[in-house]
């Protein structure tokens, strides 16, 4: 990924120093291994262990010059550390083990750490949706469909929404992480044909990974899954950035955002097509040959880094377009009570001539006559309505029709779903509700009755 799109976090994760780092060690684990078992002294798995190199800029480089004559990363890696150890103690390295038993096991380590980092940054994105939440639950605005005016909803009620569907982005990411934290140490097929199961138990509790049953690799559906929640964690973004671009349209203007942010959500519309390509890439390595081949490999170099680097950036710009947005509240209630001339009550008048005796098609036909005359006119919608003399209803039950609070008098329901919306650790970091401010006795803050606006 390039620079501009790269956390640091994710950039050490992912660098080549890491990479080597992470075989090192589950190669140093496998020599302590054999010799948990008795196949091997102790003494000499403490000596390759003490002899170990240090993987640093130029131990990358030794590889690097070294893969120019294997043309094979992992024979040149083992070349150059078997070299640092020294004989017959580096002989060791690499025993029983085949090139993928090294590689598998360290990426695992690896994308486990980085969906870490993910989880945490979502935390934050959830909470951020939850806190902003709560302050907008009564600025009612214009619902829309087919984008169109439609009846009256609130800003808070969208910002649940998204609070909701990030928070089961979270749950696919830490689904797809436990599938993620497995190894194999099993040979060229998977048999353990030259390898004790005892040594993949050891190099694998040292890790923190799951030994699991494999061919040569590890089963590709699992990295597919870790995709998968990369994506769609990415359409949730998408979805909250496209609405923040439609409603800061001059035409609308209801929302804004942060000072200075450059185009964000736009970027953020971008960059969620890439993680959806990274899937389509990963479902692709699925179908593997036989018992392996490496048709995977080049396709994991780039998408595996790129998606799981993208997913924080993306994740953390989200959590600040939230965070800063700024909310026109004057003029969504402008646009939703003057710019639809009331037609957004259409429903509720129907209703009410329907409880005055009318039939529903009798209902339908005012309701629609009056619309478009009002519509055609730029007359006030009520207006239309009390000219009508076709309309049985008296001027209390068409102020009701036309009552904002009384469309929106549920609209707490969206708060009392973010009740059952857990604080991640990542979101205790943060300051707001779930922060450090709280306190041990602190009530969650969907049950903060004193914190939600009151809807009008």
Not at 297 to 312: I, N
Not at 313 to 337: F, K
Request: aromatic residues 4%; hydrophobic residues 45%; proline residues 5%.
């Amino acid at each position: 990924m390039i620079p501009r799109y790269t956390p640091p976090e994710m950039a050490e994760l992912f660098s080549d120093r890491r990479r080597l780092a992470t075989w090192l060690e589950v190669e140093l684990l496998a020599v302590e291994g054999w010799a948990a078992i008795g196949v091997l002294d102790p003494e000499v798995a403490a000596e390759v262990r003490r002899r170990a190199p240090l993987v640093d800029d130029a131990f990358v480089a030794a590889v690097a010059e070294r893969e120019r004559v294997t043309d094979h990363d992992v024979a040149a890696f083992v070349d150059v550390v078997q070299d640092r150890i020294g004989q017959p103690e580096g002989s060791w390295v690499h025993y029983g083990l085949t090139s993928s038993d090294v590689v598998d096991t360290a990426l695992s380590v690896v994308l486990v750490a980085a969906a870490d980092v993910v989880l945490a940054d979502l935390d934050r994105l959830v909470e951020a949706l939850r806190r902003r939440a709560t302050e907008e639950i009564g600025t009612p605005m214009a619902g829309r469909t087919h984008g169109m005016q439609a009846e009256p909803t609130t800003f808070g009620a969208k910002l649940a929404l998204w609070c909701l569907q990030a928070d089961r982005d979270r749950q696919r990411l830490r689904r797809a992480r436990a599938q993620m934290a497995v190894g194999k140490l099993s040979g060229a097929v998977g048999t353990y044909s030259n390898i004790d199961p005892a040594v993949e138990a050891h190099v694998c509790a040292a890790l923190g990974l799951a030994p699991v049953p494999a061919t040569q690799v590890v089963a590709r559906d699992r990295h597919a899954e870790l995709l998968y929640a990369c994506a769609s964690l990415g359409a949730t973004i998408e979805q909250l950035a496209t609405e923040v671009r439609h409603l800061a349209r001059s035409e609308l203007g209801e929302v804004e955002e942060p000072f200075g942010s450059g185009h964000l959500a736009e970027r953020l519309t971008g960059l969620a097509r890439l993680l959806r390509g990274y899937l389509g890439a990963g479902l692709e390595n699925v179908a593997l040959w036989h018992e392996r081949d490496i048709s995977h490999s080049s396709v994991e170099r780039v998408a595996l880094p790129d998606a799981l680097t993208l997913a924080c950036y993306v994740t953390r710009r989200a959590t600040g377009l939230v965070e800063g947005l700024v909310v026109h509240r004057d003029r969504m209630a402008r646009n939703l009570l003057e710019g639809s001339l009331g037609l957004v009550f259409s429903q509720p008048v129907l209703l009410a001539l329907v409880g005055a005796g009318l039939s529903r098609d009798q209902a339908y036909r005012i309701v629609q006559r009056d619309a478009r005359r009002a519509w055609e006119e730029q007359r006030p919608f009520r207006t239309v309505l009390e000219e009508d003399p076709e309309v049985p209803l008296a001027s209390t039950e068409l102020a009701a029709a036309f009552d904002v609070a009384r469309s929106l008098r549920h609209v707490h329901r969206f708060l009392d779903a973010l009740e059952a919306v857990e604080v991640g650790p990542g979101a205790r970091d943060a300051t707001g509700p779930g922060g450090p401010d709280d306190g041990p006795g602190a009530a969650p803050p969907g049950e903060r009755k004193e914190e939600r606006a009151p809807c009008p």
